[in-house]
């Protein structure tokens, strides 16, 4: 099955009806952390993302952005950034 399959089938059983799939132009960015903790990279990620939703706090309809995040820890220390 198609993704455009999903979003138009009417005989769906989601009770909301979906009117259009947009694409939105996403942003990357690269975070350079000191730690090689994973709780403790998790926990400053959650913290960001949370950060970042906090405009919601003070919206009667808060919307929510979804944030995608992912770690690459370095073992090997002796690597130089150009490296990694």
Do not use: W
Not at 17 to 41: D, W, Y
Not at 53 to 76: G, M, R
């Amino acid at each position: 099955m198609q993704l455009d399959d999903i979003f138009s089938d009417e005989s769906a059983s989601n009770s909301k009806m979906i009117v259009s799939l947009q694409h939105a132009p996403t942003r990357i960015i690269f975070l350079c952390l000191k730690e090689n903790n994973s709780g403790t990279i998790q926990e400053r990620l959650k913290t960001i993302a949370d950060d970042i939703n906090s405009f919601n706090n003070s919206l009667d309809e808060p919307y929510y952005l979804l944030i995608q995040q992912s770690a690459y820890t370095v073992d090997n220390t002796s690597l130089k950034m150009k490296v990694i």
